[in-house]
């Protein structure tokens, strides 16, 4: 009996099209993946703020309505394009181990991880989740020096007052909360206030059937953001704050001490440059970023043929140029392997002067490392994870050190005239590079207006071994991927998360334009006015 031949066509989790809408004009934009934070940053610009006052606005607000991507115990990266500026400038608030320390706290099993990460296990999960996994929580001193370096000057309490009030209302309980509190359900029931707060009755919170969704406490956190308008944000470092989270820290066994913490201060840089053909600056983050493999990227392609729009030779072009890209950037790692897998959130801000903004930060896994300090609220990261757990790898764990990520906040200007001018980003992983790579081109190289190039289907290239396409992508696209390489024909879609989620503004002829990724269900483009 012949059996039937197999059925390879994958499986389909949603039936519907779905599109974000486009916020345009003149008065401000803000993209960001929760849209009551982007209107948080809109409302912050149509009171008379700039773009850095409402970048630093939203990402307090994402800390109280998406506590899962980002928030006071993450870190990050923000560029800044001022009025008139040929250059940008890099606020980098990234990940940085404690100098206390010690990589002997992370014996090897011998087994390998056979979850989200390729890399040797670690004893008890100790750079995964728990206080063994804290980098120092940068993010809060990296929107002190956006909001010092480029602000207009409003005071702290009034960038706060949004996240404040969003936090004391509490965190919204639909579905897609129930979502995200679930897929890390198994581990924060191991740490009592994270259990306390994200799992009543020890199960993930659900929406009613019908109605409308309540909302959930955030601990103490609404508490540490009342105190951080009050006192202002060094005292997350140096002040009450500080000593409350010193406390907490040690009483869980972690690391981080009040030296860390005093020493902790983001650096403003110029930012580097990539030629983008010979018609565009992009400036990046640079150094450990995912910057040095965009400009790989970038000089690769710099001769595909482009046709009216994306066709098969430019994706198997693309695809080939990004898995060697890749497979060069883990050589240059030694045998170390980046997390495929992380939670991040990325916003992007233009004002009414031209001021762009953006910025990436994160917690690095979905709710970081699990644990919310009781005395503050605050959700810390779990960066540790960045670091490759064997002695004497190229990016080992050590004190005081700066592991390699992938986060790429860009912004693109023209090299001449009055071109159209970028702020884009993107959060998920590895995933990231691909992402920020073809919404770039989307726009630039093909002409794309922001709505074709927010919705267009692409491909994600997360290392030297194969490619997923975008099963929307048409045949003779997904053709010529698959005889270029290894191919995975996968859904956009809610989760599996098979693909980064990006979004941008675009400024022309003193209008701007916004949008956010159609497959994030929260997010929004908020136009100010």
């Known amino acids: 009996m012949r059996m039937p031949a197999q059925d390879t066509t994958p499986y389909r989790t949603q039936h519907w099209s779905v599109t974000k809408p486009v916020a345009s004009g003149r008065d401000g934009i803000v993209v960001a993946q929760n849209r009551e934070a982007a209107e948080a940053g809109a409302a912050i610009l149509a009171a008379g703020g700039n773009a850095a006052d409402a970048a630093v606005a939203t990402a307090f607000a994402l800390a109280a309505v998406e506590p ?24 980098d608030f990234g990940p940085v181990s404690s100098r ?24 008890e999960d100790r750079n995964v989740h728990g ?29 706060l007052a949004p996240a404040l009030a969003l936090a004391r209302r509490g965190l919204a309980l639909d579905w897609y909360t129930t979502l995200k509190i679930a897929t890390s359900a198994s581990v924060l029931r191991l740490y009592e206030e994270s259990a306390r707060i994200y799992l009543p009755d020890g199960l993930p919170p659900v929406p009613p059937y019908q109605g409308t969704p309540g ?54 840089r110029d930012a580097p440059t990539i030629a983008w053909r010979d018609d565009h600056l992009v400036h990046t983050a640079g150094g450990l970023t995912a910057a040095p493999t965009l400009a790989e ?27 060697e890209a890749y497979a060069r950037r883990l050589a240059g790692l030694g045998a170390a392997r980046e997390p495929a897998e992380t939670c991040t959130t990325h916003l992007t801000v233009v004002d009414r002067d031209g001021m762009l903004v953006s910025m990436t930060t994160t917690l690095l896994s979905s709710m970081g490392s699990r644990v919310v300090l009781p005395t503050t609220g605050v959700l810390m990261n779990n960066g540790v994870m ?29 090299r001449t005239g009055d071109g159209p001018r970028i702020a884009a980003g993107s959060s998920g992983g590895r995933r990231i590079l691909a992402s920020v790579y073809q919404t770039l081109a989307f726009l630039i190289d093909f002409g794309m207006d922001p709505q074709a190039a927010a919705h267009a289907p692409r491909i994600d290239v997360s290392g030297p071994d194969g490619t997923s396409a975008d099963a929307r992508l048409p045949p003779e696209v997904r053709d010529a991927l698959a005889a270029s ?21 675009r ?9 956010s990724d159609a497959a994030s269900p929260w997010s929004a483009a908020v136009a100010a006015g």
């Not at 394009?81 to 606020?91: D, M, N």
């Not at 996994?133 to 602000?151: D, K, N, Q, R």
């Not at 004497?392 to 986060?407: F, V």
Request: glycine share 12%; with cysteine; proline share 9%.
């Open 386 to 414: 960045w670091f490759d757990p064997r002695p004497g790898s190229a990016n080992p764990i050590a004190p005081g050190a700066r592991p390699l990520c992938n986060m790429c906040p860009v912004i693109v200007t023209p």
């Open 131 to 159: 206080p063994l996994s804290f980098c120092i929580p940068s993010a809060v001193a990296g929107y002190a020096t956006l909001h010092e370096a480029f602000g207009t000057g409003r005071p702290v309490a009034d960038l």
């Open 100 to 123: 206390n320390i010690r990589a002997s706290d992370y014996p090897l099993t011998g087994r390998e991880k056979r979850d989200l990460f390729t890399w040797p296990e670690v004893a």
């Open 485 to 505: 390489g290894p191919l995975a024909v996968v859904e956009h879609g809610v989760l599996p998360i098979n693909f980064a989620c990006p979004n941008f503004v």
């Open 507 to 515: 400024v022309a002829g003193g209008e701007a334009a916004g949008c």
């Open 215 to 268: 909302f959930r406490p955030l601990g103490c956190l609404p508490e540490t953001l009342e105190r951080l308008a009050q006192a202002g944000l060094r005292d997350f470092y140096e002040g009450g704050i500080a000593r409350d989270l010193v406390a907490d820290i040690a009483a869980l066994g972690g690391v981080i001490d009040g030296q860390d913490l005093a020493s902790c201060r983001a650096v403003l």
């Open 68 to 91: 899962w991507n980002s928030g006071l115990g993450g870190i990050g990266f923000a560029l800044v394009l001022p009025p008139g500026a040929e250059r940008a400038t890099v606020v």
């Open 297 to 323: 990227v970038v000089a690769g392609m710099a001769d595909a043929n482009r046709a009216a729009a994306p066709d098969a030779a430019w994706f198997a072009a693309l695809s080939t140029v990004m898995r």
